[in-house]
């Protein structure tokens, strides 16, 4: 985040994470501000992209995908971009992490079911470039 954010963009950011559609005038309650200054702030954090959006938090349970899991994954140096673009192709992959330590990127997949899952999995690991992965079957998540 940019570092020009002050204590109360902070705060604001924090409100609307938890529930993006708390009206204004509860926001501003919140913040011991006027309705205006949050209006005013949150067009700011808009065009300085700050906020890129609004999203929906569904339930786990009326999903259309109910099977997730994260997969670790290892990637040759030199082919990295192909492994990441590989994977952008697969419809059950709904995100892609770079991260530190042992593992270079962690998917994020989804499918209908245990084979299905099975299935992406095991093509997946045929991608080359991939050295090595771990994966972690999701039983809950909390919001």
Known sequence: MPSNLDKK???????????ARMPVVNLAKHLGVSRATVQNRINKLEHDGVIL???????PDSESHPVRLLMNISVEAKNEPAVIKRLRGYPEVIAIHHTTGHWDVIADIRAQTLPS???????????????????????????
């Open 53 to 59: 959006g609004y999203t929906v938090k569904l339930s």
């Open 117 to 143: 899952l099975n299935s992406i999995m095991g093509e997946i690991r045929l991608i080359e470039g991939i050295l090595q992965t771990e994966t972690n079957l999701l039983l809950d998540s909390q919001l």
């Open 9 to 19: 963009d902070l705060s604001l950011i924090a409100l609307l994470r938890s529930n």
